[in-house]
């Protein structure tokens, strides 16, 4: 079993700053990708940003400049800090690990998801 657990959402104003975190735990062989996926109300869930087992990274257009996605493979730990932040930022946060088990299967885990909420 996989647990992926997230932290850091909360109530910020506009132009404000938060950091997330997520961490992994459990029958983890290798981790490839972990990402965040925000959903709005009324939305689909949608890429925010992930990193890969190589350290790249992705973005969407809306965050872009004002977040960065880190990770610390030793502790299975992803975190993204999010400056500026914006109304429209506003929405679950959930983190996405993909795993390989030992045969080299790729399983796809989500937390729980953490509250972000950005007043205006």
């Known amino acids: 079993q996989v647990q992926v657990l997230e932290s850091g959402g909360g109530l910020v104003q506009a132009g404000g700053s938060l950091r997330l975190s997520c961490l992994a735990s459990g029958s983890i062989y290798s981790i490839n990708t972990m990402g965040w996926y925000r959903q709005a109300p009324a939305k689909q869930r949608e890429l925010v940003a992930d990193?890969?087992?190589?350290?790249?990274?992705r973005y969407s257009e809306s965050v872009k400049g004002r977040s960065a996605i880190s990770r610390d493979g030793a502790k299975n730990t992803m975190y993204l800090q999010m400056n500026n932040l914006k109304p429209e930022d506003t929405g679950v946060y959930y983190c996405?690990?993909?795993?390989?088990?030992?045969?080299?299967?790729?399983?796809?885990?989500w937390g729980q998801g953490t509250q972000v909420t950005v007043s205006s």
């Open positions: 990193i890969a087992k190589t350290d790249s990274t």
């Open positions: 996405n690990v993909r795993a390989w088990d030992r045969l080299g299967i790729e399983y796809n885990y």
